[in-house]
């Protein structure tokens, strides 16, 4: 079976080499029709990729322990943006015609210099908290002062017509290919950081991007055959880049993003294995009970324990019993009639109150103790201080609780990611494909359709991406609650869904006034448009829907959207607020993320979401919010 399965993936590599090996052979025939037209699909290619690294650094940065990736992240939107540029100011494009082929030289040569000196720096921060904001403004001055002196005719020349590479520009491709092996040396040297796949494909991208560095400086032309060679190889680079980081955060995210949390688990637990090790030869509180079922003997070590001393002990029966915790004594008393009634050996766990007040836990063990002739003189007890191997397994407990938690939450994350931006991605990709093939013969009119649909699918990503942004702000951010102009806000929901509105003739009904509820308006207005929305896209033909509120005893007032839809099922129902879930309407797609960000928000406004709905009978989305004062105990009821 092993040979099968090494066989079957010796089969994919080739399969998987091959199929590279014939795109790079596919790019290479592009050049020989349009060296332009190869160029930008090859930077095309790697600006792609920085963008997609840092939409997963970035949406993952609040469960990265090792900021490394959000570094790096933050770094390839600049070069993406760089190489942008670069790739706009080829010459041949004709946007900058002010400037001759210097100028993309120039730009290529600053952009590998953010890439390169960011590459070694990053490793600093593996075990080093990073100020995002610092960051930024950091990599906006420096890319800043770099285009300026570019643009400015201040960086020093790269290249010249007719002359070819300026000698700065070959000494720079040096300097960077050095600035590369150090970084790719650093990576070595934390090697425990990754995973060894992950490593192996980041150390093999900066050594091709080294091979490419090199073969940049050989050209005459900025169309010659090193100028293409370096750009097969750079590739390569960020294809072995996209796997090591994109493809392995989404199929792989322990082997990548969240690696030092399942160590840390690890860790954890390895930790807890140390201290029972040391817990178990701790000074106990031994004792001895007689016959008679009173206290003999007590060892010293009970006033450390209890804070009560051995004379204590000794001279008042009851103080063993008045110690254990009220919300024991029933089981601590079955307990201890039990051993007096048998020759067995007991344990239980039990808490005490010491004098101090503090509760602390004891491990009991009881044993008969016989003499030599069999007869029996009563139990040897063994109190061990457990206190702080609770606390550990409560601590483990609430971790383990919050670890399932968030493990939920990042797999459902991970598969919004790979699901719902790889559709649009794919649509970005194929068309960019279309156009790459018949962009000879197209139509301006198909050419502008297709262009028409990138764009609009881009569009989807961003949104996409918002959402999960406000779903991970609305769960760190703390705000104050204050008193809500509810009027003010459905106003402004209203006119933001007014194309939305026009499109399915919807017919709004609202109260002629509203009850005056605590909360934070932008996170109410989010909510309001969530609902809205769904009542019309999923409402009648045309969409009826009526707004409404009620005052509750309870002073909270419960907020409700009535449409005359279709209806859900008790199982639909159930389902709805779950976090990236989508109900399956052909007639409304979604990427299920407005219902879970409508409850979360809720929830973090202390109220409810809910729904009333019935087949064939449209459905009722509730939420509920505190009443400010002059509300309530009125009882009210607002609607149309």
Known sequence: MKEY?????????????????????????TSLYSYLL????????????????????????????????LLIGIAYLFIGSMDLLHTLAYKGMGIFQEYDANLPTQLWIATRYVQSLSLVIAPAFFRRKIKVNLTFLG??????????????????????????????????????????????ATLLQNRQEFDKDVLRLLVLSILTTIASELSFTFYISVYGLANLIGHLLKIV????????????????????????????EMALRESEKRFRTVADFA???????????????????????????????????KLMEAIVHPDDREIVAQNIHDELKSDDVFSIDFRIIARSGEERWLAHLSQPVYDADKNWLGRRVSNRDITARKQVEETLRQRTVELQARNEELDAFSRTVAHDLKNPLGIIVGFAEVLQKELATMSDKTMRKYLHLIAQSGRKM??????????????????????????????????QLEPVIKEHQAEIVLPDTWPEALGYGPWVEEVWINYLSNAIKYGGQPPHVELGATVQPDSRIRFWVQDNGTGLTPEAQARLFTPFTRLDRVHAPGHGLGLSIVQRIVEKLDGQVGIESQVGQG??????????????GSGERCAA
Not at 173 to 180: G, K
Not at 300 to 317: A, K, N, Q, R, W
Not at 471 to 491: H, R
Not at 619 to 632: D, G, H, K, N, Y
């Open 38 to 69: 190869f160029h930008s699909l090859a930077e095309i290619f790697s600006i792609v990729v920085a963008s997609s690294i840092f939409v997963l650094a970035w949406n993952s940065r609040r469960f990265l322990d090792n900021n490394y990736l």
């Open 462 to 495: 961003n949104n996409i991406i918002e959402a999960l942004l406000l779903l991970a702000q609305v769960s760190k951010t703390e705000i104050q609650m204050e008193s809500i102009n509810m009027t003010y806000i459905v106003d402004e929901v209203l006119l």
């Open 5 to 29: 399965n090494d066989l079957k993936d010796h089969g994919k590599s080739i399969a998987l080499f091959l199929a590279g090996a014939s795109i790079l052979f596919g790019l290479y025939l």
């Open 139 to 184: 990599y906006t001055i420096g890319v800043t002062l770099l285009l300026g002196a570019i643009f400015g005719r201040i960086f020093p020349d790269c290249y010249i017509e007719g002359e070819g590479l300026t000698p700065f520009k070959k000494i720079s491709e040096y300097v960077i290919s050095l600035i590369l092996l150090a970084s790719t």
């Open 283 to 317: 000074y106990d509180w031994e004792y001895w009970i007689g016959t008679d079922g009173r206290l003999v003997y007590t060892s010293p070590s009970c006033e450390h324990i209890t804070g009560y001393g051995v004379d204590e002990f000794l001279h008042d029966p």
């Open 619 to 632: 459905s009722v989305f509730t939420f509920t919010l505190l009443a400010a004062r002059s509300e309530q």
């Open 237 to 264: 680079s960020f294809y072995l880049v996209y796997k090591a980081i994109v493809e392995t955060g989404l199929v792989k995210p322990y082997n990548l993003l969240f690696r030092n949390l399942k160590q840390s």
